[in-house]
Protein backbone atom coordinates (compact mmCIF):
# COMPACT_ATOMS: atom_id res chain seq x y z
CA UNK A 1 0.00 0.00 0.00
CA UNK A 2 1.28 3.27 -0.74
CA UNK A 3 0.54 6.44 1.94
CA UNK A 4 0.96 9.72 1.30
CA UNK A 5 3.88 11.92 2.89
CA UNK A 6 2.21 13.13 5.34
CA UNK A 7 1.49 10.03 6.52
CA UNK A 8 4.58 8.55 6.24
CA UNK A 9 6.01 11.44 8.14
CA UNK A 10 3.68 10.81 11.44
CA UNK A 11 3.94 7.32 10.98
CA UNK A 12 7.68 7.20 11.35
CA UNK A 13 8.27 10.52 13.49
CA UNK A 14 6.03 8.56 15.86
CA UNK A 15 5.46 12.24 17.50
CA UNK A 16 3.83 12.45 21.09
CA UNK A 17 3.77 8.46 21.43
CA UNK A 18 3.19 7.62 25.40
CA UNK A 19 1.13 8.27 28.49
CA UNK A 20 0.61 11.24 30.69
CA UNK A 21 -0.10 11.13 34.32
CA UNK A 22 -0.72 13.41 37.16
CA UNK A 23 -3.35 15.79 37.79
CA UNK A 24 -5.55 17.38 34.83
CA UNK A 25 -4.93 14.26 32.80
CA UNK A 26 -7.90 12.69 31.40
CA UNK A 27 -8.24 9.47 29.30
CA UNK A 28 -9.88 8.01 26.04
CA UNK A 29 -9.62 5.07 24.35
CA UNK A 30 -11.54 3.01 21.87
CA UNK A 31 -11.25 -0.32 19.51
CA UNK A 32 -9.90 -3.35 20.56
CA UNK A 33 -6.48 -5.52 19.78
CA UNK A 34 -8.02 -8.47 18.19
CA UNK A 35 -9.98 -6.41 16.25
CA UNK A 36 -7.10 -5.09 14.69
CA UNK A 37 -7.17 -1.15 16.31
CA UNK A 38 -6.78 -0.02 19.04
CA UNK A 39 -6.25 3.55 19.64
CA UNK A 40 -5.75 5.56 23.62
CA UNK A 41 -5.12 9.21 24.07
CA UNK A 42 -4.25 11.35 27.09
CA UNK A 43 -5.04 15.05 27.30
CA UNK A 44 -3.84 17.21 30.23
CA UNK A 45 -5.56 20.47 30.71
CA UNK A 46 -4.86 23.38 32.24
CA UNK A 47 -7.25 26.24 32.79
CA UNK A 48 -9.16 24.68 30.42
CA UNK A 49 -7.40 24.27 27.24
CA UNK A 50 -5.08 21.19 26.13
CA UNK A 51 -1.51 21.12 27.66
CA UNK A 52 -0.14 17.79 26.68
CA UNK A 53 -1.55 15.28 24.62
CA UNK A 54 -0.52 11.40 24.08
CA UNK A 55 -1.41 8.70 22.05
CA UNK A 56 -1.08 5.04 21.74
CA UNK A 57 -2.23 2.98 18.96
CA UNK A 58 -1.90 -0.54 17.97
CA UNK A 59 -3.15 -0.20 14.27
CA UNK A 60 -2.20 1.09 10.76
CA UNK A 61 0.07 3.20 9.44
CA UNK A 62 -2.68 5.50 9.14
CA UNK A 63 -4.29 5.02 12.53
CA UNK A 64 -0.67 5.62 13.95
CA UNK A 65 -0.17 9.12 11.63
CA UNK A 66 -3.49 10.80 12.11
CA UNK A 67 -3.42 9.89 15.86
CA UNK A 68 0.04 11.29 16.44
CA UNK A 69 -0.95 14.73 14.59
CA UNK A 70 -4.25 15.12 16.46
CA UNK A 71 -2.21 15.20 19.21
CA UNK A 72 0.13 17.66 17.87
CA UNK A 73 -2.67 20.21 16.54
CA UNK A 74 -4.41 20.07 20.53
CA UNK A 75 -1.78 21.56 22.39
CA UNK A 76 -2.78 24.88 23.38
CA UNK A 77 -6.47 24.68 22.30
CA UNK A 78 -9.76 24.61 24.66
CA UNK A 79 -10.35 20.77 25.22
CA UNK A 80 -13.47 20.55 23.48
CA UNK A 81 -15.44 17.35 22.40
CA UNK A 82 -14.40 17.14 18.70
CA UNK A 83 -11.66 16.58 16.39
CA UNK A 84 -9.01 19.28 15.62
CA UNK A 85 -10.41 18.35 12.06
CA UNK A 86 -13.45 16.49 11.04
CA UNK A 87 -13.17 12.44 10.09
CA UNK A 88 -13.41 13.09 6.26
CA UNK A 89 -10.92 16.31 6.12
CA UNK A 90 -9.13 13.78 8.28
CA UNK A 91 -9.51 11.16 5.35
CA UNK A 92 -8.93 13.81 2.76
CA UNK A 93 -5.22 14.92 4.52
CA UNK A 94 -3.96 11.35 5.44
CA UNK A 95 -5.23 9.94 2.05
CA UNK A 96 -7.08 7.20 4.06
CA UNK A 97 -8.70 4.57 1.77
CA UNK A 98 -12.30 4.60 2.08
CA UNK A 99 -12.30 1.07 3.33
CA UNK A 100 -10.41 2.19 6.23
CA UNK A 101 -12.96 4.67 7.13
CA UNK A 102 -13.80 2.62 10.46
CA UNK A 103 -9.88 3.02 11.81
CA UNK A 104 -10.92 6.83 11.97
CA UNK A 105 -14.05 6.62 14.03
CA UNK A 106 -12.10 4.49 16.54
CA UNK A 107 -10.01 7.37 16.76
CA UNK A 108 -12.66 10.14 16.63
CA UNK A 109 -14.25 7.52 19.79
CA UNK A 110 -10.94 8.01 21.56
CA UNK A 111 -10.69 11.44 21.06
CA UNK A 112 -14.34 12.22 22.19
CA UNK A 113 -14.29 10.01 25.25
CA UNK A 114 -11.15 11.64 26.38
CA UNK A 115 -12.52 15.08 25.96
CA UNK A 116 -15.91 14.00 27.00
CA UNK A 117 -13.66 12.69 30.36
CA UNK A 118 -12.08 16.06 30.28
CA UNK A 119 -15.21 18.18 30.21
CA UNK A 120 -17.54 16.13 32.91
CA UNK A 121 -14.63 16.02 35.55
CA UNK A 122 -13.87 19.71 34.88
CA UNK A 123 -17.72 20.50 35.29
CA UNK A 124 -17.49 18.60 38.68
CA UNK A 125 -14.13 19.64 39.61
CA UNK A 126 -12.71 16.02 39.33
CA UNK A 127 -8.82 16.69 38.66
CA UNK A 128 -7.92 13.34 36.60
CA UNK A 129 -9.53 10.67 34.88
CA UNK A 130 -9.24 7.62 33.27
CA UNK A 131 -12.24 6.58 31.38
CA UNK A 132 -10.77 3.01 29.67
CA UNK A 133 -8.50 0.41 30.08
CA UNK A 134 -6.93 -1.61 27.02
CA UNK A 135 -8.85 -4.44 25.54
CA UNK B 1 12.52 2.11 -4.75
CA UNK B 2 15.72 3.71 -3.30
CA UNK B 3 18.15 3.86 -6.03
CA UNK B 4 21.01 4.50 -4.19
CA UNK B 5 20.00 1.69 -1.50
CA UNK B 6 18.36 -1.24 -2.42
CA UNK B 7 16.58 -3.07 0.11
CA UNK B 8 18.02 -6.49 0.99
CA UNK B 9 16.40 -9.06 -1.17
CA UNK B 10 14.98 -11.88 1.21
CA UNK B 11 11.59 -13.20 -1.07
CA UNK B 12 13.58 -15.71 -2.92
CA UNK B 13 10.67 -17.78 -1.96
CA UNK B 14 8.68 -15.79 -4.33
CA UNK B 15 10.85 -15.66 -7.19
CA UNK B 16 14.51 -15.63 -7.63
CA UNK B 17 16.89 -13.49 -9.76
CA UNK B 18 18.12 -14.54 -13.00
CA UNK B 19 21.81 -16.63 -12.49
CA UNK B 20 24.07 -14.46 -14.78
CA UNK B 21 25.37 -17.82 -16.78
CA UNK B 22 21.32 -19.01 -17.07
CA UNK B 23 20.79 -14.87 -18.56
CA UNK B 24 24.09 -15.05 -21.19
CA UNK B 25 22.99 -18.33 -22.65
CA UNK B 26 19.23 -17.23 -22.89
CA UNK B 27 20.64 -14.12 -24.34
CA UNK B 28 23.18 -15.97 -26.85
CA UNK B 29 19.93 -18.24 -27.84
CA UNK B 30 18.05 -14.91 -28.73
CA UNK B 31 20.40 -13.53 -30.74
CA UNK B 32 21.54 -15.99 -32.51
CA UNK B 33 21.22 -16.31 -36.28
CA UNK B 34 20.70 -19.93 -36.34
CA UNK B 35 18.94 -20.79 -33.46
CA UNK B 36 15.39 -18.65 -33.78
CA UNK B 37 13.78 -21.80 -35.74
CA UNK B 38 10.40 -22.85 -34.54
CA UNK B 39 11.29 -26.48 -32.98
CA UNK B 40 8.31 -27.96 -34.38
CA UNK B 41 9.89 -27.08 -38.15
CA UNK B 42 10.99 -30.38 -39.05
CA UNK B 43 11.67 -29.42 -42.93
CA UNK B 44 15.06 -26.97 -42.20
CA UNK B 45 18.27 -26.85 -39.84
CA UNK B 46 17.02 -24.02 -37.97
CA UNK B 47 13.53 -25.96 -36.53
CA UNK B 48 16.35 -28.56 -35.91
CA UNK B 49 18.88 -26.73 -34.26
CA UNK B 50 16.37 -25.26 -31.71
CA UNK B 51 14.57 -28.67 -31.26
CA UNK B 52 17.92 -30.07 -30.37
CA UNK B 53 18.18 -26.99 -28.32
CA UNK B 54 14.29 -27.81 -25.86
CA UNK B 55 15.74 -31.70 -26.03
CA UNK B 56 19.10 -31.03 -24.54
CA UNK B 57 17.25 -28.74 -21.96
CA UNK B 58 14.52 -31.47 -21.23
CA UNK B 59 16.89 -34.07 -20.56
CA UNK B 60 19.00 -31.38 -18.41
CA UNK B 61 15.47 -30.56 -16.21
CA UNK B 62 14.82 -34.39 -16.01
CA UNK B 63 18.05 -35.29 -14.50
CA UNK B 64 17.78 -32.49 -11.73
CA UNK B 65 15.02 -34.31 -10.13
CA UNK B 66 15.34 -37.91 -11.29
CA UNK B 67 12.98 -38.08 -14.44
CA UNK B 68 13.17 -39.29 -18.21
CA UNK B 69 13.21 -36.87 -20.46
CA UNK B 70 10.38 -38.11 -22.10
CA UNK B 71 8.36 -37.50 -18.65
CA UNK B 72 9.02 -33.80 -19.36
CA UNK B 73 5.78 -31.28 -20.26
CA UNK B 74 6.68 -28.10 -21.26
CA UNK B 75 4.46 -24.99 -19.58
CA UNK B 76 4.51 -21.78 -18.94
CA UNK B 77 5.10 -22.35 -15.42
CA UNK B 78 4.10 -24.11 -12.51
CA UNK B 79 0.60 -22.55 -12.22
CA UNK B 80 0.16 -23.90 -15.92
CA UNK B 81 2.11 -27.51 -14.91
CA UNK B 82 -0.87 -27.81 -11.83
CA UNK B 83 -3.86 -26.86 -13.79
CA UNK B 84 -2.79 -28.95 -16.50
CA UNK B 85 -2.28 -31.80 -14.14
CA UNK B 86 -5.73 -31.29 -11.78
CA UNK B 87 -8.06 -30.59 -15.11
CA UNK B 88 -6.42 -32.99 -17.25
CA UNK B 89 -6.60 -35.84 -14.85
CA UNK B 90 -10.21 -35.18 -13.80
CA UNK B 91 -11.53 -34.61 -17.46
CA UNK B 92 -9.47 -37.68 -18.43
CA UNK B 93 -10.94 -40.04 -15.29
CA UNK B 94 -14.01 -38.27 -14.76
CA UNK B 95 -16.06 -41.81 -15.61
CA UNK B 96 -13.96 -43.60 -13.27
CA UNK B 97 -14.64 -41.02 -10.41
CA UNK B 98 -15.49 -37.90 -8.94
CA UNK B 99 -13.70 -36.91 -5.79
CA UNK B 100 -10.12 -35.11 -5.10
CA UNK B 101 -7.95 -34.91 -2.36
CA UNK B 102 -5.74 -32.31 -1.51
CA UNK B 103 -4.63 -30.03 1.68
CA UNK B 104 -5.87 -26.70 2.86
CA UNK B 105 -2.43 -25.13 2.91
CA UNK B 106 -1.72 -25.53 -0.85
CA UNK B 107 -0.62 -22.73 -3.26
CA UNK B 108 -3.65 -20.93 -4.90
CA UNK B 109 -3.11 -22.78 -8.12
CA UNK B 110 -3.78 -26.10 -6.85
CA UNK B 111 -6.75 -24.99 -4.68
CA UNK B 112 -8.63 -22.60 -6.89
CA UNK B 113 -8.66 -24.98 -9.52
CA UNK B 114 -10.01 -27.55 -7.13
CA UNK B 115 -12.70 -25.10 -6.28
CA UNK B 116 -13.64 -24.90 -9.76
CA UNK B 117 -13.84 -28.53 -10.09
CA UNK B 118 -16.36 -28.06 -7.06
CA UNK B 119 -18.64 -25.50 -9.20
CA UNK B 120 -18.63 -28.10 -12.13
CA UNK B 121 -20.05 -30.78 -9.87
CA UNK B 122 -16.58 -32.36 -7.89
CA UNK B 123 -16.30 -33.36 -4.83
CA UNK B 124 -12.95 -32.42 -3.10
CA UNK B 125 -11.40 -33.33 0.50
CA UNK B 126 -9.01 -30.51 1.78
CA UNK B 127 -7.13 -32.24 4.61
CA UNK B 128 -6.35 -30.30 7.59
CA UNK B 129 -2.24 -29.89 8.53
CA UNK B 130 -0.95 -30.09 12.20
CA UNK B 131 -0.13 -26.98 14.21
CA UNK B 132 3.39 -27.41 12.36
CA UNK B 133 2.10 -27.87 8.54
CA UNK B 134 2.40 -31.54 7.91
CA UNK B 135 -0.07 -33.55 6.66
CA UNK B 136 0.09 -37.27 7.91
CA UNK B 137 0.14 -39.65 5.28
CA UNK B 138 -2.50 -41.75 7.39
CA UNK B 139 -5.19 -38.45 6.71
CA UNK B 140 -4.26 -39.24 2.78
CA UNK B 141 -5.30 -42.89 3.41
CA UNK B 142 -8.29 -41.97 5.20
CA UNK B 143 -9.88 -40.11 2.92
CA UNK B 144 -9.62 -42.10 -0.06
CA UNK B 145 -12.78 -43.43 -1.71
CA UNK B 146 -13.01 -45.99 -4.58
CA UNK B 147 -13.95 -42.64 -6.94
CA UNK B 148 -11.02 -40.75 -5.76
CA UNK B 149 -9.23 -40.05 -9.15
CA UNK B 150 -6.40 -37.30 -8.12
CA UNK B 151 -4.85 -36.72 -4.52
CA UNK B 152 -2.68 -33.11 -5.40
CA UNK B 153 -0.01 -32.65 -1.90
CA UNK B 154 2.82 -29.73 -2.15
CA UNK B 155 6.16 -31.03 -1.71
CA UNK B 156 7.91 -27.95 -0.04
CA UNK B 157 5.29 -25.32 0.99
CA UNK B 158 5.74 -22.11 -0.28
CA UNK B 159 4.93 -20.29 3.09
CA UNK B 160 6.04 -21.90 5.79
CA UNK B 161 8.52 -24.48 4.01
CA UNK B 162 7.75 -27.72 5.75
CA UNK B 163 8.89 -30.86 3.71
CA UNK B 164 5.66 -33.35 2.95
CA UNK B 165 6.28 -37.25 3.17
CA UNK B 166 5.64 -38.13 -0.59
CA UNK B 167 7.13 -41.43 -0.67
CA UNK B 168 4.72 -42.09 2.01
CA UNK B 169 1.75 -40.40 0.62
CA UNK B 170 2.96 -41.97 -2.97
CA UNK B 171 2.79 -45.85 -1.91
CA UNK B 172 -0.91 -45.64 -0.19
CA UNK B 173 -1.83 -43.92 -3.89
CA UNK B 174 -0.15 -46.92 -5.69
CA UNK B 175 -2.22 -49.34 -3.22
CA UNK B 176 -5.34 -47.59 -3.37
CA UNK B 177 -4.79 -48.34 -7.25
CA UNK B 178 -6.97 -45.71 -8.46
CA UNK B 179 -6.19 -41.91 -7.31
CA UNK B 180 -3.16 -40.60 -9.41
CA UNK B 181 -0.72 -39.01 -6.98
CA UNK B 182 0.46 -35.01 -8.23
CA UNK B 183 2.56 -33.13 -6.60
CA UNK B 184 3.43 -28.85 -6.86
CA UNK B 185 6.99 -28.83 -6.27
CA UNK B 186 7.63 -25.65 -7.51
CA UNK B 187 9.83 -24.93 -4.27
CA UNK B 188 11.72 -27.84 -3.87
CA UNK B 189 14.06 -27.70 -7.04
CA UNK B 190 17.52 -26.44 -5.58
CA UNK B 191 16.53 -26.89 -1.71
CA UNK B 192 16.10 -30.67 -0.85
CA UNK B 193 16.64 -33.55 -3.41
CA UNK B 194 13.72 -34.77 -6.17
CA UNK B 195 13.85 -38.28 -7.26
CA UNK B 196 10.49 -38.18 -9.23
CA UNK B 197 11.05 -41.98 -10.34
CA UNK B 198 11.98 -42.92 -6.46
CA UNK B 199 9.15 -41.14 -4.64
CA UNK B 200 6.29 -42.99 -7.36
CA UNK B 201 4.99 -39.60 -8.07
CA UNK B 202 2.51 -39.94 -11.29
CA UNK B 203 3.03 -36.04 -12.07
CA UNK B 204 4.92 -32.95 -10.62
CA UNK B 205 4.94 -29.06 -11.30
CA UNK B 206 8.09 -27.33 -11.72
CA UNK B 207 8.69 -23.79 -11.97
CA UNK B 208 11.93 -22.32 -13.68
CA UNK B 209 11.83 -18.98 -11.66
CA UNK B 210 12.10 -20.25 -7.94
CA UNK B 211 15.29 -21.65 -9.64
CA UNK B 212 17.32 -18.89 -10.82
CA UNK B 213 15.45 -19.14 -14.12
CA UNK B 214 13.60 -17.45 -16.01
CA UNK B 215 9.59 -16.14 -15.58
CA UNK B 216 7.04 -17.83 -18.15
CA UNK B 217 9.01 -21.22 -18.25
CA UNK B 218 7.98 -24.83 -16.13
CA UNK B 219 7.05 -28.22 -17.14
CA UNK B 220 4.55 -30.87 -15.90
CA UNK B 221 6.51 -34.60 -15.39
CA UNK B 222 3.91 -36.91 -16.52
CA UNK B 223 4.95 -40.23 -15.05
CA UNK B 224 5.91 -42.62 -17.96
CA UNK B 225 6.42 -46.01 -15.93
CA UNK B 226 4.09 -48.39 -15.71
CA UNK B 227 3.48 -50.64 -11.68
CA UNK B 228 2.94 -53.27 -10.15
CA UNK B 229 -0.53 -52.35 -9.41
CA UNK B 230 -1.54 -53.08 -13.20
CA UNK B 231 -3.16 -49.53 -13.12
CA UNK B 232 -0.89 -48.56 -15.73
CA UNK B 233 0.30 -44.94 -16.92
CA UNK B 234 -1.54 -41.48 -15.83
CA UNK B 235 -2.93 -40.17 -18.53
CA UNK B 236 -4.01 -36.71 -19.10
CA UNK B 237 -6.56 -34.75 -21.51
CA UNK B 238 -5.49 -32.02 -22.92
CA UNK B 239 -6.46 -28.60 -22.42
CA UNK B 240 -5.44 -26.26 -25.31
CA UNK B 241 -5.07 -27.53 -28.72
CA UNK B 242 -3.41 -26.22 -31.69
CA UNK B 243 -0.12 -27.53 -33.06
CA UNK B 244 -0.01 -30.88 -31.52
CA UNK B 245 3.10 -29.72 -29.56
CA UNK B 246 4.42 -31.64 -26.23
CA UNK B 247 3.09 -34.62 -27.14
CA UNK B 248 -0.62 -33.54 -27.71
CA UNK B 249 -0.94 -32.56 -24.00
CA UNK B 250 0.12 -28.99 -24.31
CA UNK B 251 -0.12 -26.86 -27.44
CA UNK B 252 1.87 -23.94 -28.57
CA UNK B 253 4.93 -23.02 -29.91
CA UNK B 254 7.52 -24.02 -27.51
CA UNK B 255 9.99 -20.52 -26.06
CA UNK B 256 13.05 -21.76 -27.03
CA UNK B 257 15.24 -19.37 -25.41
CA UNK B 258 13.02 -19.49 -22.35
CA UNK B 259 13.37 -23.68 -22.10
CA UNK B 260 16.97 -23.15 -22.46
CA UNK B 261 17.17 -21.30 -19.53
CA UNK B 262 15.18 -23.48 -17.31
CA UNK B 263 17.38 -26.46 -18.28
CA UNK B 264 20.64 -24.54 -17.37
CA UNK B 265 19.00 -23.36 -14.20
CA UNK B 266 17.71 -26.83 -13.16
CA UNK B 267 21.53 -28.47 -13.95
CA UNK B 268 22.97 -25.44 -12.18
CA UNK B 269 20.60 -26.29 -9.29
CA UNK B 270 21.74 -30.09 -9.06
CA UNK B 271 25.08 -29.11 -9.43
CA UNK B 272 25.15 -26.56 -6.79
CA UNK B 273 22.07 -28.10 -4.01
CA UNK B 274 23.51 -29.30 -1.25
CA UNK B 275 26.51 -26.82 -0.75
CA UNK B 276 24.43 -24.19 -0.99
CA UNK B 277 21.96 -25.58 1.37
CA UNK B 278 24.00 -25.95 3.81
CA UNK B 279 25.13 -22.22 3.86
CA UNK B 280 21.77 -21.24 3.52
CA UNK B 281 21.15 -23.25 6.92
CA UNK B 282 23.49 -21.58 8.39
CA UNK B 283 21.99 -18.16 7.23
CA UNK B 284 18.79 -19.11 8.69
CA UNK B 285 20.09 -19.93 11.49
CA UNK B 286 21.07 -16.88 12.24
CA UNK B 287 18.36 -15.08 11.30
CA UNK B 288 16.20 -16.78 13.78
CA UNK B 289 18.48 -16.66 16.32
CA UNK B 290 18.81 -12.63 15.94
CA UNK B 291 15.01 -12.14 15.91
CA UNK B 292 13.99 -14.61 18.60
CA UNK B 293 16.39 -12.53 20.86
CA UNK B 294 13.54 -9.69 20.40
CA UNK B 295 11.28 -11.78 22.35
CA UNK B 296 7.67 -12.33 21.44
CA UNK B 297 8.51 -14.18 18.07
CA UNK B 298 7.11 -17.41 16.63
CA UNK B 299 8.07 -19.76 14.23
CA UNK B 300 5.33 -21.22 11.88
CA UNK B 301 5.75 -24.64 10.48
CA UNK B 302 8.51 -27.21 11.75
CA UNK B 303 11.55 -26.80 12.57
CA UNK B 304 12.90 -30.04 11.73
CA UNK B 305 10.79 -31.50 8.29
CA UNK B 306 11.22 -27.96 6.74
CA UNK B 307 13.61 -26.60 3.75
CA UNK B 308 16.43 -23.69 5.52
CA UNK B 309 15.32 -21.01 2.27
CA UNK B 310 12.33 -20.11 4.01
CA UNK B 311 12.00 -19.21 7.73
CA UNK B 312 8.12 -17.84 8.82
CA UNK B 313 7.77 -15.88 12.09
CA UNK B 314 5.12 -14.10 14.24
CA UNK B 315 5.93 -10.77 16.07
CA UNK B 316 3.26 -10.30 18.85
CA UNK B 317 2.47 -6.50 19.21
CA UNK B 318 2.64 -5.38 16.42
CA UNK B 319 0.24 -4.61 13.64
CA UNK B 320 1.01 -6.38 10.56
CA UNK B 321 0.66 -3.52 7.75
CA UNK B 322 2.27 -1.26 10.31
CA UNK B 323 5.36 -4.20 10.50
CA UNK B 324 5.21 -4.03 6.59
CA UNK B 325 5.34 -0.39 6.22
CA UNK B 326 7.76 0.28 8.57
CA UNK B 327 10.59 -2.01 6.96
CA UNK B 328 9.21 -2.34 3.33
CA UNK B 329 12.29 0.06 2.63
CA UNK B 330 14.69 -1.89 4.15
CA UNK B 331 14.21 -5.60 3.32
CA UNK B 332 11.96 -6.62 0.44
CA UNK B 333 10.05 -9.69 2.23
CA UNK B 334 6.46 -11.48 1.88
CA UNK B 335 3.65 -10.43 4.80
CA UNK B 336 1.37 -13.20 6.20
CA UNK B 337 -1.38 -11.30 4.62
CA UNK B 338 -2.62 -11.29 0.93
CA UNK B 339 -3.54 -7.33 0.41
CA UNK B 340 -5.56 -7.86 -2.64
CA UNK B 341 -7.30 -4.48 -1.58
CA UNK B 342 -6.68 -1.38 1.25
CA UNK B 343 -7.43 -3.93 3.76
CA UNK B 344 -5.32 -7.18 4.14
CA UNK B 345 -6.77 -10.60 4.89
CA UNK B 346 -4.62 -12.80 6.80
CA UNK B 347 -2.53 -15.97 5.12
CA UNK B 348 -5.12 -18.73 5.36
CA UNK B 349 -1.63 -21.39 5.72
CA UNK B 350 -1.00 -19.84 9.10
CA UNK B 351 -4.66 -19.33 9.76
CA UNK B 352 -4.91 -23.05 8.87
CA UNK B 353 -2.05 -23.96 11.31
CA UNK B 354 -4.33 -22.57 14.21
CA UNK B 355 -2.67 -19.53 14.19
CA UNK B 356 -4.86 -16.44 15.56
CA UNK B 357 -5.77 -13.70 13.05
CA UNK B 358 -3.41 -10.84 14.31
CA UNK B 359 -0.80 -13.08 14.79
CA UNK B 360 -1.14 -14.42 10.89
CA UNK B 361 -1.29 -10.95 9.81
CA UNK B 362 1.84 -9.52 11.83
CA UNK B 363 3.82 -12.77 10.11
CA UNK B 364 7.01 -12.45 7.59
CA UNK B 365 8.16 -14.63 5.32
CA UNK B 366 12.03 -14.73 4.57
CA UNK B 367 12.96 -16.69 1.46
CA UNK B 368 16.60 -16.87 1.27
CA UNK B 369 19.23 -18.06 -1.72
CA UNK B 370 21.64 -18.47 -3.71
CA UNK B 371 22.34 -13.98 -3.78
CA UNK B 372 21.82 -13.71 0.57
CA UNK B 373 24.40 -12.88 2.84
CA UNK B 374 25.27 -12.67 6.22
CA UNK B 375 25.65 -8.85 5.91
CA UNK B 376 21.90 -8.99 4.53
CA UNK B 377 20.91 -11.29 7.32
CA UNK B 378 22.53 -9.16 9.93
CA UNK B 379 20.61 -5.46 8.48
CA UNK B 380 17.13 -7.48 8.30
CA UNK B 381 17.59 -8.46 11.75
CA UNK B 382 18.77 -4.96 12.55
CA UNK B 383 16.20 -3.08 11.09
CA UNK B 384 13.96 -5.77 12.42
CA UNK B 385 14.55 -4.71 16.06
CA UNK B 386 14.64 -1.40 15.71
CA UNK B 387 11.05 -1.39 14.05
CA UNK B 388 9.37 -3.80 16.18
CA UNK B 389 10.61 -2.36 19.15
CA UNK B 390 9.91 1.27 18.13
CA UNK B 391 5.94 -0.33 17.00
CA UNK B 392 5.54 -2.07 20.39
CA UNK B 393 6.16 1.10 21.81
CA UNK B 394 3.73 3.22 19.96
CA UNK B 395 1.02 0.46 21.55
CA UNK B 396 2.30 0.82 24.14
CA UNK B 397 3.01 -3.24 24.98
CA UNK B 398 5.13 -4.00 27.85
CA UNK B 399 8.72 -5.02 26.46
CA UNK B 400 8.65 -8.59 26.19
CA UNK B 401 11.55 -10.76 28.03
Known amino acids: ?135 | MNAVRKPVYLDHAATTPVDARVAARMAEVLRSETEYGNPASTSHDYGDVAAALVESARTQVAAAVGANAAEVIWTSGATEANNLAIFGVSRYYRDRGRHLITVRTEHKAVLDPCRELERRGWEVSYLVPDKEGLIDPTQVAAALRPDTVLVSLMHVNNEIGVVQDIAAVAAICAHHGGAWLHVDAAQSVGKCPIDFAGLGVDLMSLSAHKVYGPKGAGALLVARRGDSGGRGRVHLAALQFGGGQERSMRAGTLATHQIVGMGLAFELASTLSSMETARVAQLQQRLWRGLAALGGVLRNGSATRSVPHVLNVSFEGVEGESLLAAIRTSIAVSTGSACTSALAEPSYVLRALGRSERLSESSLRFGLGRTTTEGDIDTAVAVLTREVRRLRQVAGAAPVA
Open chain 1, 1 to 135: MNYNELTRRYFESGANVGELTGPGVFRGAAGSLEGGTWVQFDLQINAGAVSAARFLAFGCPHTIAVSSWLTEQAVGHPAKPQLAEGVQGLRARFAVPVEKMGRLLIIEDAWLAAAAAAAAALEYGESTHISHERK
